[in-house]
């Protein structure tokens, strides 16, 4: 089946700085989303991003499915950014897997 | 907007205990998801519905069975609960088309099995 691999596992960061999250498909994908997973453990939709870039406030998101990635930019980071960010990927017609995540802690 | 609700939110269970998680959405979704979530690792998926009447596995579907009630409702069902079944459950519903394909998360279950 299809891997998700995302980079870096863990990253911490002075508030205030930039970052950008890396998701890695080993396969064609129908659409792609990233979702952030708060200290409480909400899943919140950041971004439906199947190909492209857009953007959100202070996050940022592109997609280039021809090469199997996606990147997440986070721009002058907030203690509120802390948590886990995840891709997820539809491989097939139904299937929804999740990438490995990415853990951010922003220090004041 | 209620969106995807699941029930209960807490839930302790005895070895070899039984017990049915419920999910429900509001967005007229064709699609639902079982995903557990297990401490410092991602999503798993458990079981899925693509529409009303079908249920497909998952990743990890041994111990688990799924029933797609009608359009708005999923439910998870735990038999016999084992203790390596305590996790996080999380139910997800997701339309078709476009940017109606994006997926959507309920407040997740935190089952733990003694």
């Known amino acids: 089946g299809i891997q998700v691999e995302q980079s870096p596992p863990d990253l911490i960061l002075q508030e205030g700085a930039n970052s950008t999250l890396r998701c890695n498909f080993s396969?064609?994908?129908?659409?792609l989303q990233w979702f952030h997973q708060n200290p409480w453990g909400q899943l919140i939709n950041l971004f439906y991003i199947p190909s492209g870039t857009k953007q959100n406030g202070r996050l940022s998101a592109t997609t280039v499915a021809t090469e199997r990635y996606s990147l997440l930019y986070i721009s002058s980071s907030q203690t509120t950014d802390s948590g886990v960010y995840f891709c997820a990927v539809r491989a097939g017609t139904y299937k929804y897997i999740f990438g490995t995540g990415t853990r951010l802690k922003v220090l004041a | 907007n209620a969106g995807v609700t699941q029930t209960p939110k807490f839930q302790v269970l005895k070895t070899g205990q039984s017990m049915t998680l419920q999910c429900a959405q509001d967005?007229?979704?064709?699609?639902m998801y079982w995903y557990r979530q297990d401490p410092g690792m991602g999503l798993r998926l458990i079981y899925y519905s693509a529409s009303e009447g079908t249920t497909d596995k998952g990743e990890v579907p041994n111990g688990y069975n799924v029933s797609r009630l009608n359009k708005r409702e999923f439910s998870l069902r735990l038999e016999s609960a084992a203790p390596s079944q305590t996790s996080v459950y999380f139910c997800?519903?997701?339309?078709?088309?476009?940017?109606?394909?994006?997926?959507?998360f309920g407040q997740g279950t935190r089952l733990t099995v003694v």
């Open positions: 967005m007229n979704h064709n699609s």
């Open positions: 396969d064609s994908v129908n659409n």
């Open positions: 997800a519903s997701r339309g078709t088309g476009g940017r109606g394909t994006e997926a959507f």
